[in-house]
């Protein structure tokens, strides 16, 4: 309640000035209403279902379910702390929220382990890549990185839940619906960073983006490829409607052609989660 009150006080503020902050309110109190269907859905997940998959299968899976849960298991510091910087309280508090949302899905990427009988890892090269590669680099770099790994990371969702295993398919769709936002939020993020930014050097970001995108996917492909077949989807097929997800987001976030203008930010798909 606190959040959604600073949100809209911080809403009128921008409002009268003409900023931009005022639409990232549309964020706070969607991650806000988001927390009782979070509580909903984890609710209907069958927790204590048996597994149907081979164990073969179940291997697969376990082991890339670690490297996703170790890379949303972080507090976002760095993150946090760049976006401070900016000056955007009413963002600041909107990032948080989102912060936390990306923890929890680890939680639920923990529980579906721990169903396994299997431990989180406490490293993996591909964790430490990503966040070496985020400490380097300024917010809309940054910001930018979680453009990338989320729309990959929207097909391989997509992959798991279409699993036979129940509970594999309700973390899933879960995590499917929030991701699906997730992207939306770092658009508006983008649209933000790059307003003012000449047409040249939107297209050398957006190139630079999709060399980064190209390798995430061919990274995701091979290492989570066991788990992809296991799920029933080609490594290749997953590769190009992993970057199909990424070209669609590109046009918005980077201002290309016909959505080189525009207010920003759109805020969530649905106004009240719940
Ligand atoms: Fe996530
Ligand atoms: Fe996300």
Not at 184 to 196: A, T
């Amino acid at each position: 309640m606190r959040q959604q009150e600073m949100s809209k006080t911080s809403t009128n503020e921008t409002a009268e000035t003409g900023g931009v902050s005022s639409a990232f309110a549309l964020w706070g109190d969607y991650f806000e209403a988001n927390l009782a269907r979070h509580d909903r859905l984890d609710a209907q997940i069958p927790w204590a279902s048996s597994s149907p998959l081979s164990s073969a299968d179940r291997v697969a899976i376990s082991q890339s379910l670690q490297r996703f849960e170790l890379g949303e298991r972080g507090e976002g510091a760095g993150l946090l702390s760049k976006a401070a910087a900016q000056g955007d309280a009413v963002y600041d508090a909107a990032l948080l929220l989102f912060v936390q949302e990306e923890q929890k899905h680890s939680a639920l990427f923990a529980r579906a382990l721990d169903r396994f009988g299997v431990e989180p890892l406490s490293a993996h090269w591909s964790d430490a890549v990503f966040v070496v590669l985020r400490r380097l680099m300024g917010l809309r770099t940054e910001v930018t990185l979680f453009l990338i790994a989320e729309t990959v990371a929207l097909e391989y969702f997509g992959a798991l839940h279409g699993s036979p295993d129940p509970v594999v398919h309700g973390v899933a769709e879960r995590v499917l619906t929030d991701e699906v936002e997730h992207i939306r939020f770092q658009i508006d993020q983008l649209r933000v960073g790059f307003e003012g930014v000449s047409p040249v050097g939107r297209m050398l970001a957006v190139a630079a983006a999709w060399m980064v995108a190209v390798g995430a996917a061919t990274v995701v492909a091979l290492d989570h490829g066991p788990a992809l077949r296991a799920c029933g989807l080609r490594p290749f097929t997953f590769w190009g409607r992993a970057l199909r997800h990424f070209r669609l987001a590109a046009g918005p976030a980077f201002r290309l052609g016909r959505h080189a203008a525009g207010a920003v930010p759109h805020g969530p798909s649905v106004a009240d989660p719940r």
